[in-house]
């Protein structure tokens, strides 16, 4: 199987400070890369996504950076309100057997003080 | 466009009973996806399905098995419960399974087990 590891399990930062969620993996191989948030008792919802083939993403207040050379990727959060608030997870995509299997980190639970 | 629905949301049994669990993917997808998570595994995936059939497993049990119907709403069924079989179910629908196609979460089954 895939390891995914996150290097912080909770995250504290003050309303309108950015956020840095990392995370770690190991498998060279895999094509796309995925954050999710997810609140309590909701599905993990997407956030933004990036290719193997680039190395910095943005979306409305969130950058994602890969580094495939030390296998590492990370979310960026600017401005970070109290609704941000969430567990937030990396994911990896890879062929397993010809299809794409998603492997998951453990999670960063993000608080949001106001 | 509607999101992942999933049924029932919530659902008690005891060990040694079955359950069988439903998801309606995103219209117009046809991969589905299953995954338990637990706060001491986390996510972890437990197949896939696209055009009925099976196309990947994870590492579980033969009591967990799924199937998916030509409408591509799929079903998952755990067979002799355990009590470590308490997890939130979650399914995932994308539009063919590929490795960068995205996977929409929907709510989920809070399964718990007595």
């Known amino acids: 199987g895939e390891s995914v590891g996150l290097h912080l399990p909770t995250l504290s930062v003050q309303e309108g400070d950015n956020s840095i969620i990392n995370c770690a993996y190991s498998n060279s191989a895999s094509d796309y890369f995925i954050w999710y948030k997810q609140e309590s008792g909701k599905g993990p919802q997407f956030i933004i996504d990036i290719r193997s083939n680039m190395d910095k993403r943005q979306g409305q207040r969130v950058t994602v950076l890969l580094n495939k050379t030390v296998k590492h990727l990370s979310l960026q959060i600017a401005a970070t309100q109290p609704g941000d608030s969430a567990v937030y997870f990396c994911a990896l995509a890879w062929d397993r057997s010809g299809y794409s299997t998603l492997t998951f980190g453990k999670g960063t639970m993000l608080l949001v003080s106001p | 466009k509607a999101g992942v629905t999933q049924t029932p949301r919530y659902l008690i049994k005891t060990r040694g009973q079955q359950v069988t669990l439903s998801c309606s993917p995103i219209?117009?997808?046809?991969?589905v996806s299953w995954y338990q998570q637990t706060p001491g595994q986390g996510l972890q995936f437990l197949f896939e399905?696209?055009?009925?059939?099976?196309?990947n497993k994870g590492n579980f049990p033969g009591r967990f098995s799924g199937r998916q119907f030509s409408n591509s709403r799929s079903e998952m069924n755990v067979s002799t419960l355990e009590l470590g079989d308490s997890a939130l179910y979650l399914c995932?629908?994308?539009?063919?399974?590929?490795?960068?196609?995205?996977?929409?979460f929907g709510p989920g089954t809070r399964l718990t087990v007595l």
């Open positions: 219209s117009g997808h046809r991969s």
């Open positions: 995932a629908s994308s539009l063919a399974g590929g490795t960068t196609d995205t996977q929409y």
């Open positions: 399905y696209f055009s009925e059939t099976q196309r």
